[in-house]
């Protein structure tokens, strides 16, 4: 990775009028933009403005309807990510595509191409390790480590081969404030030698921390390429939107009435060959209330998650209470008929089947009477439904009900918090709520399960993001390695407090405070 000054004096890469439509609905529309060399440049947009099939075209991933892509001056065609990456361009994906099995090393090994023995690996991983700060083991097996460790094999895999750009979509939202930070340093040193960055990212505070520049999309087209730094985060938001982002409302204060979910010394088994067992978790969640857990991924959260909904089951009834009836050895069904909804992490094929259109997916929760009559689908009615839910949660759809695919994330993921919304639980769980959506979507979000509360459902909201459980919770426990802390009200906890039971050190451990 030279310092590469341009010496042509062209940009980097520059797209010239790239268009991409589905259908009626142009995903991208005649985008211009130029990245210079060693340049951080951000791209912004709400969900659905086309970032991530803009990147995709750099990428090789998806062919464009139109325009023209210049690489050093260069028209280039870019028909595959094996072409991409011979020109120089590196991607790290939002998710990783790493085997848990195999160590470091041979995960890098298997991308690359026949030419790369393991003993090179090795070698050049340490290289690349130290110069720029991305300490890996390459002996460790892959299951073993955070996602913030995953996550340096894949920018280790990309630097490895000499990338004159790199792409990096939402990359710190798997990683701990901690792990974020150590990025941005290395992230800085590669812009130091010559690397260029596009930075997908949702969070303004660190495209403003990282970048001089960032190119604005709104519907497909960009609306503007500005200095982030010259503007508060509250402008950049309103541009992305169009109009300003606000605060979520409390609303009436929330008072805890009659207990709806309690969980009494559960303790299970690990699902998987690497799972997370549970031990002796004790919570209770009352109506009126939004009780977080907080906790960095990996420590119990997925399979917490899991026993509460019914997905896995517990050997006693007794472990698991809903509204007063012990449901340990119940599963999602029986769970649902107690009053119970379920937002899992995972939105497409866990909670929303890809092919099918949002009509069709509103029938994995809302089976019962509004959209079945004795073994019948009401077609209207589920479509009815569907169109309630993409009003009342501002679902952008590139058609009238589409397949759940064609959504991008964000709307996806506003979707399907909605079809569990609008059914009125009355105890709602709902792991991850906002992952992946803009700063508008995640303020309807967060405010509508404020509004859940305050009509007096019980909320359970598991996240990684901690200034929202402190924007939404009442109560807060934090996970670690299977173990809950103590329940405390909010304004009991300080972050520093929260990162200390993050990282195991109890002040207050275990099972008889949780409640
Ligand atoms: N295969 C597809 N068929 C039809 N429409 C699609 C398809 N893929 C994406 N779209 C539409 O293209 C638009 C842009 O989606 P894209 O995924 O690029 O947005 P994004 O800015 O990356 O959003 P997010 O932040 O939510 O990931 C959206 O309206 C989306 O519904």
């Known amino acids: 990775m030279q310092a590469d000054a341009s010496p042509s004096g062209h940009h980097l890469v520059e797209l010239k009028g790239i268009s991409k439509r589905y259908g009626d609905l142009l995903a991208n529309d005649r985008i211009d933009l130029a990245i210079e060399p060693g340049e951080i440049h951000a791209l912004l947009g709400e969900n659905g403005a086309g970032k991530s099939t803009l990147v995709k075209i750099l990428y090789g991933v998806i062919e464009p309807t139109e325009g023209e892509i210049l690489w050093e001056g260069r028209p280039v065609a870019i028909g595959s990510p094996v072409e991409a990456r011979a020109l120089g361009i590196g991607m790290v994906f939002q998710h990783f595509s790493l085997f ?13 191409s026949d030419d790369w023995s393991l003993a090179t690996v090795r070698s050049r991983l340490g290289d690349i390790s130290r110069a720029y700060g991305l300490a890996l083991e390459p002996d460790r097996a892959v299951w073993t480590l955070s996602a913030g460790e995953r996550q340096r094999i894949e920018i280790v895999r990309c630097l490895l081969q000499n990338p004159r750009l790199l792409i990096l979509d939402e990359p710190t939202s798997v990683l701990t404030p901690q792990e974020a930070e150590h990025l941005f340093v290395t992230l800085d040193k590669l812009s130091a030698d010559g690397c260029s960055i596009l930075y997908i ?3 303004l505070e660190e495209v403003r921390r990282l970048c001089r520049r960032a190119t604005i999309l709104r519907a497909g087209r960009v609306v503007g390429t500005i200095d982030p730094r010259a503007r508060s985060a509250r402008e950049i938001a309103a541009l992305m939107v169009g109009n300003e982002v606000g605060e979520v409302r409390s609303g009436t204060p929330h008072v ?6 309690r969980v009494a010394d559960l303790t299970m088994a690990p699902g998987g060959l690497h799972g997370q067992a549970l031990k002796h978790i004790n919570l209770v969640a009352s109506a009126g209330e939004i009780v977080g857990i907080a906790g960095v991924a990996g420590n119990g959260q997925s399979e917490l998650f899991a026993a509460l909904s019914g997905e896995r089951l517990a ?3 007794d472990a698991i209470a809903i509204a007063g009836k012990g449901c340990g050895t119940v599963g999602v069904d029986g769970r649902r008929r107690l009053g119970a909804a379920f937002v899992p992490e995972e939105r497409l094929g866990h909670a929303a089947a890809p092919t099918h259109r949002l009509s069709e997916n509103t029938l994995i929760s809302h089976a019962a009477a509004e959209v079945s009559h004795s073994g019948f689908i009401l077609v209207n009615a589920a479509k009815r439904l569907a169109g309630a839910i993409v009003k009342s949660f ?6 009238a ?15 399907v918090i909605g079809r569990e919304i609008i059914r009125r639980p009355r105890l709602l769980i709902v792991d991850q709520p906002t992952w992946g959506v803009d700063a508008g979507a995640a303020r309807l979000i967060r405010q ?5 509360a305050s ?3 019980a909320v359970v909201v598991v996240s990684q993001d901690l200034d929202e459980l402190f924007e939404v919770a009442d109560r807060m426990a934090v996970i670690h390695q299977g173990e809950l802390s103590a329940l405390k009200p909010i304004n009991e906890w300080t972050k520093e407090a929260v990162g200390l039971e993050m990282l195991g050190v109890s002040q207050s451990q275990g099972a008889a405070h949780a409640v």
């Open 394 to 399: 501002d679902v952008r759809t590139p058609e």
């Open 401 to 415: 009900d589409p397949q759940a695919r064609k959504l991008s994330g964000g709307n996806l993921q506003k979707f």
């Open 448 to 452: 509508a399960l404020v509004d859940l």
């Open 256 to 261: 805890p009435q009659g207990e709806m979910l």
């Open 315 to 317: 050997d006693r009834a």
């Open 100 to 112: 848990d099995e195999l160590t470091v090393a041979e995960n890098i090994a298997v991308a690359l």
């Open 455 to 457: 009509e007096g459902s």
């Open 201 to 203: 990212s949702h969070k």
